[in-house]
């Protein structure tokens, strides 16, 4: 038991050190891509440790996480082509319009269990990506072009490489230590219970879905932030970024990196877009190769790789 | 009699066509242990999941202390003081045992909203969780997930975690169900020490178990009490022999 923590608290040292040191290497080396490949890697696996509070732990299979990542983009893009650049407008209100959609949704959604969970958080993604592309005014289905990037009145100038990539790591390892205070917590106890065993969890006291619904809406929120970070990161915004398939690469990074476990979707997000660049950049048709690996590794490694870390020393 | 603590009247649930409880009425006095026997299939869980609101009655209505809680939810009847054990094991599998004690105490600790402290720290959970093991005897596997317990050791912690929801009424569903005989020994023991402190309504097939312990007797079949009364006027009712005892040859003594 205590070797496969170790194997696996090895694992998360490493990635926190990487991560930090990261842009020490680009500068020696002069390779400034890897800084800005992994400023992209560590803003979707903020977004994948933000699925992961309901995913992994709270047994929630939401099947529309990306759309989160628009609503925070847009809220930055609609703010700055309408000339409102501050960051301390711009970002509250991708938070607070991340978690309002977020209760609404939840409100709805988690009425239903299972399949029909799946099904009716992918139908709300779909409807926030159609409502984006219908938004003549903001681009519509071409997306917005974010001409400035937000302002935080010289506290940090997100234009400058390094410092945007140290403010997505800082934001992500906020994120991460969020989610270890929550999933550790009262209320992180009475979700991971819920997953566990729901009818349980209701004949000793607890109402379900309140539990469920906060928890939902915690996650959106985080994603929201990610969303914001990430217009940011590409200097646009596009209906694109909420389409089902981001949905599922989000999933996806989560189940390879390691369901409820706390660094798991941040090896599966970098595990992933690792592969996508280089696979890419062997051939076109890299989703060929992509496809039967992710498969052997859902099929032969249960846990993700964090679960086989766990493994490894057993063995 | 004084106000009864539990009382059902007219209670009816169909399952399609079928009913399960057929205007059912039932009174639970303070400070007694009530079973409730009868074939399978007379309807035992369907009342036990109406009592603590799983399922929903079609018509009749239960009052709980003098408050009438039909539509209430499963939750809000617990913090009322209502608890129950499953026929089959329904605990939290990935969490200790300790940890299953644990949030039952917290469950009837006010809300559970607070996402900063570390609930696995906090004593007074922690003592209530270890008490409550103590009292069934399984203290010495506090720290054992659940799903590596012995079928025995579920049975009992099912047992404790209802404890530790501090109830005043205690719906057992078949505790004994699948106990070897040492362990039957045992539960029957532990039920004697906790009718003491608790009102007991218990679903039991173990007949020597239920005539051991029971103050009262009510007779289920088909969704209908037939009778009820003590042990010594179960026993001689023509009607419960005919129906039920006499036909299934669950009490032998009378060869």
Redesign the interface.
């Known amino acids: 038991m205590t070797a496969s923590l170790n194997a696996r608290n090895v694992a998360a040292a490493l990635i926190v050190a990487g991560l930090l040191l990261l842009p020490l290497y680009a500068q020696l080396s002069g390779n400034m891509f890897v800084l800005t490949l992994f400023t992209r890697i560590v803003i979707f696996a903020l977004a994948a440790v933000s699925l992961n509070l309901i995913m992994g732990y709270g047994g929630m299979m939401s099947f529309g996480h990306a759309a989160y990542l628009g609503i925070g983009g847009y809220a930055v893009g609609i703010l700055a082509a309408e000339g409102i650049g501050s960051g301390f407008v711009q970002w509250p209100v991708a938070l607070v319009t991340s978690a309002l959609f977020a209760l609404v949704i939840g409100a709805l959604s988690l009425r239903t269990r299972g399949v029909y969970f799946i099904m009716i958080t992918l139908a709300f993604a779909q409807m926030a990506y159609y409502v984006a592309a219908g938004l003549a005014r903001y681009g519509g289905d071409d997306g917005l072009t974010i001409y400035k990037r937000s302002d935080f009145a010289g506290l940090i100038n997100l234009s400058g490489r390094v410092q945007f990539y140290y403010l997505c790591t800082g934001c992500l390892f906020g994120g991460i230590y969020l989610v270890w205070r929550i999933v550790n917590s009262r209320f992180g106890l009475v979700v991971q219970g819920l997953r566990s065993n729901e009818q349980r969890m209701q004949a000793i006291g607890f109402p379900a879905t309140r539990y469920r619904l906060v928890c939902f809406v915690i996650a959106g929120t985080m994603c929201g932030l990610a969303g914001a970070l990430l217009a940011n990161n590409t200097d646009f915004v596009s209906p694109a970024v909420m389409y089902w398939t981001r949905s599922g690469d989000l999933m996806v990074m989560v189940i390879l990196g390691g369901m409820g476990s706390l660094f798991g979707p941040v090896v599966g997000a970098i595990v992933y877009l690792l592969l996508e660049e280089l696979l890419s950049q062997v051939t076109e048709y890299w989703a060929l190769i992509m496809g039967p690996l992710l498969l052997l590794i859902v099929l032969f490694g249960r846990g993700g790789i964090m679960g086989l870390l766990g493994r490894l020393h057993r063995g | 009699m004084a106000d009864p603590l539990l009382r059902v009247e007219n209670l009816v649930r169909r399952f399609g066509g079928i009913v399960a409880t057929d205007n059912l009425s039932l009174d639970i006095a303070k400070g007694e242990l009530h079973a409730i026997i009868g074939p399978n299939g007379a309807g035992k869980t369907t009342l036990i999941s109406q009592l ?1 609101g ?1 399922l929903s009655p079609s018509a009749g209505t239960i009052h709980f202390a003098g408050r009438d809680v039909t539509q209430l ?4 009847r ?2 009322l003081g209502l ?2 054990s ?1 026929q089959i094991t ?6 200790t045992a300790a ?1 299953n004690v644990a ?2 105490a ?3 600790d006010g809300h ?9 720290k ?1 004593k007074h959970l922690r003592d209530a969780a270890l008490s409550a093991l103590t009292r069934v005897g399984l203290d010495h596997r506090a720290d054992v997930v659940v799903s590596r317990l012995s079928h025995g050791e579920q049975r009992e912690l099912e047992l404790a ?1 209802a404890l ?2 501090k109830p005043q009424l205690l719906l057992l569903d078949e505790p004994m169900a699948g106990l070897g005989s040492t362990e039957s020994t045992r539960m029957v023991k532990l039920l004697q020490e906790l009718r003491r402190e608790v009102t007991i309504v218990l679903v039991e097939h173990d007949m020597e178990a239920v005539f051991a312990l029971a103050d009262r007797i009510s007779v289920l079949v088909y969704g209908r009490v037939i009778a009820s009364g003590s042990p010594a006027e179960i026993r001689g009712n023509e009607e419960v022999k005919r129906a039920y005892l006499g036909d299934q040859h669950v009490v032998t003594r009378h060869g």
């Open positions: 603590t799983q939810p499963a939750w809000r617990s913090t608890a129950r499953f329904s605990l939290l599998p990935d969490f940890d949030l039952a917290q469950a009837h559970s909203f607070y996402f900063w402290g570390q609930a696995r906090e975690v530790a929801t």
